[in-house]
């Protein structure tokens, strides 16, 4: 009886240190064959439109249609604003929220852009009582915003310091 008590206690043993050594060998494995298993890069995107005196400047980055980057309005004889902005991509349209400083004051505004033709779109719509989101998307119209054309990211990164 002893010695199958001690026989039986040496095979636990033995068990313990081979799954110690299996769980060490998976723990080496696992960081040694590190992948990166992202879809696709992050992907940089820049535009502008100047009229007149007036211009607005935009730099996003597509995330696998997660939005995020930088407006600048910058308005020769109205109040200026800066900020960031996060959002989507449905479709062909970027929606976001834009998140600026003007006069003072942190505001969020909802504007979309309608991508075609290398351009973006801005649309022009109703805005609730707020002012922070479109009154009724049916209404929002891309013909009368400024259009912003594919710029280079180095020289619109120059606006947003």
Known sequence: LIATFASLILSCEKKNNQDANLQSDLDS??????????AEPI????????????SVFLSYEDNLGTITGKLHYKNHEKDSSKGELSGLINGDTLKVTYT??????TS?????????????????G???EKGEFYADAKTVK????????????????KNFK
């Open 43 to 54: 992907l940089t995107n820049c535009y502008a439109a100047i009229s007149d005196k007036d």
């Open 108 to 124: 969020n505004r909802e504007i979309w852009f309608l991508k075609k033709d290398n351009e973006l779109h801005e649309g022009i």
């Open 126 to 128: 109703k805005y609730d």
């Open 100 to 105: 600026f400083q003007s006069e003072g004051t």
């Open 142 to 157: 891309f013909e009368d915003g400024h259009t912003l054309k594919s710029s280079d990211c180095k020289e619109i990164e």
């Open 29 to 38: 494995t696992a960081t040694e064959n590190t992948e990166d298993f992202s």
